[in-house]
């Protein structure tokens, strides 16, 4: 199953997604919709249908309650930033402000010169659990999405801590559709090929199962300190080819296209421009 959160005239609802057709559902977002327990029957209602071209795409969760972020998580990222593997996960938290859906511009903030990509695989929370085992979170996850961790890295390198940098403002696109484990090879723990491409040039690939610490595991182990809640989202972090790694480094600059993939769940499109 694919489910969006799309807007119509201006109003958000979920929906169910077959192909280029979107069947609205009863719920405002997916967010609601995974709040109740029933939700895998309630977004097999039927609905007003839509077509792609009606629908403007809003973040698949538009206001999650949590968006934690995993950095270093990519056996060849951590190698390309001169680092160890790690023995625990890296977080940090990103605020739902930073959401954007996955066809809306990526704003170039004036505060920053250096603002970068980061293709991540991100674990959408279906049900509440605490302290949860691995078959609990394996059953906690409803499903996946694509997320741009879009990274001002001036910021990001200020201090030791990087939430300033991971935090501007409607920098940070999420979509285009949730994709329950059951459509993808691997299922909660999906192996798939994930890329970036900016002005055409491919800057990512890999496989999500380079992953160090997979989405099962991630999710107990967020679980162990706070509770997760239905709509909750965590990034699961980047692979290599990041500009900032590169040398020289290579930031987005206005008027480029960024383009981030994820095979079996979809694509966000994004044109990056100053800010007016």
């Known amino acids: 199953m694919k489910l969006a959160t799309i807007l119509i005239d201006g109003t958000s609802r979920a929906a169910r997604v077959d192909g280029e057709t979107y069947t609205a559902l009863a719920t405002a977002d997916v967010r609601e919709l995974l709040e109740d327990p029933s939700w895998r029957t309630k977004a097999q209602e039927p609905g007003e249908r839509y ?60 505060e920053s010169g250096s603002v970068d990509w980061e293709a991540e695989l991100c674990v959408v929370v279906g049900a509440t659990v605490r302290r949860a085992t691995a ?20 910021w990001q390198f200020r201090t030791r801590e990087w939430l300033q940098g991971k935090n ?24 798939l090929t994930i890329t970036t491409v900016v002005d055409g040039e491919e800057m990512q690939r890999a496989d999500t199962g380079d992953l160090v610490f997979d989405p099962v595991a991630l999710v107990e182990y967020v679980s162990t300190m706070i509770t997760l809640r239905p709509g909750d989202v965590i990034a699961t972090g980047t ?4 500009g900032h790694a590169r040398k020289p480094p290579r930031y987005l600059t206005a008027g480029s296209k960024v383009v981030t993939t994820i095979e079996h769940i979809g694509s966000l499109e994004n044109t990056v421009r100053s800010e007016s």
């Open 135 to 154: 078959e609990q979170a394996a059953a906690a996850i409803a499903g996946f999405t694509v997320l741009n961790d879009v990274s001002m890295r001036d």
């Open 168 to 191: 501007f403002e409607a920098s940070t696109p999420i979509g285009p559709v949730l994709v329950t484990p059951d459509e993808l090879p691997g299922d909660v723990r999906p192996g």
């Open 239 to 242: 692979p290599g080819g990041v």
């Open 51 to 110: 077509t792609a071209a009606q629908v403007r795409l809003a973040p698949v969760v538009p206001v999650p309650g949590k968006v934690v972020c995993v950095g270093l998580n990519y056996r060849t990222h951590i190698l390309e930033m001169g680092r160890d593997l790690p023995e625990y996960p890296t977080l940090f938290a990103k605020f739902a402000d930073t959401l954007i859906g996955a066809h809306d511009d990526i704003v170039l903030p004036p």
